[in-house]
């Protein structure tokens, strides 16, 4: 797995959480030790605790992200979006949302699934938004 941390070195967390339309403004962490290696802490709405990424058949490609989140996003829609210094890359991806505090009280995942198995040197970031 470290060289999978080495690849995809530089991951952004961008999220989004918004109720009925409108943002939530409270304040939020992700942790700088994350496995992913950087991520900025811009991120309203949500807290991710944890993201952890699996490598398709062909380890120089992603077959999934799952963000850990330790705020109750039930009911709420998600999708990633990989991104470049230039913007994003492909289309968004669908996430599917874990039930509240299953298997660990207070925790949900957020699993994405990126069913072209983009190649990890063609991104550099992530992005998480999850919307009413």
């Known amino acids: 797995m ?24 409270a304040s939020n962490d992700v942790p700088l030790t994350s496995t992913a290696g950087y991520g900025e802490t811009a991120v309203t709405g949500a807290t991710v605790s944890n993201i952890s990424y699996a490598l ?7 077959a999934s992200v799952v963000f850990t989140a330790t705020t109750d996003v039930t009911g709420k829609t998600a999708q990633m979006t990989l991104r470049t210094a ?13 039930a509240y505090g299953t298997p660990t ?17 063609s991104f550099t970031a992530t992005g998480l938004t999850v919307s009413q």
């Open 86 to 98: 230039g913007g994003v890359v492909g289309t968004a991806y669908p996430c599917s949302l874990g």
């Open 2 to 25: 470290r060289k999978s941390t080495k690849i995809v070195g530089g991951v952004v967390i961008a999220g989004v959480v918004a109720a009925t339309g409108s943002a939530f403004t």
């Open 105 to 121: 009280v207070g925790q949900m995942t957020i699993t994405c699934l990126t069913a072209d198995t983009p190649a990890l040197a």
């Open 56 to 62: 398709a058949t062909d380890p120089s490609k992603l």
